[in-house]
């Protein structure tokens, strides 16, 4: 891994409930020297390994970017706060019923780890 790779890597391990865009990740990184067209390219890297994920917001032509930290992360649906950015998971056997509703009444397979729903988090509401 490169050390770039490893200094976006480290970033995303210190703020695993948080969405970034490539700005704000480029903004965080500025003192080790690491250029947005490489912040880019690592980004494009990591999400091809399945390391990270990609969300866009309604509204917003901007990416966010978020680290698939487990296997929880994966199987669980993310609420992401409008305001803070910080993200949640859905509690497993509350997701577990969501997924199970959707298919029963309408057949639609949910894909959990591509699932946001945006609202406004506890301490920002």
Partial sequence: MTKQRRLLMDFFENHP???FSAGEIADNLTRENISI???YR??????EKGLIDCVTKDGVREKYYRFLISEEC???IHLTCTRCN???HLDADKTDSIV????????F???TSKSVLYGRCGKCK
């Fill in 109 to 111: 397979s949910i894909d």
């Fill in 17 to 19: 409930d948080r969405l």
């Fill in 42 to 47: 690592n980004l494009n890297a990591l999400l």
């Fill in 86 to 88: 910080r993200s949640f």
């Fill in 74 to 76: 994966r199987s669980s």
């Fill in 100 to 107: 199970k509703s959707a298919l029963k009444n309408s057949g």
């Fill in 37 to 39: 067209s490489a912040v």
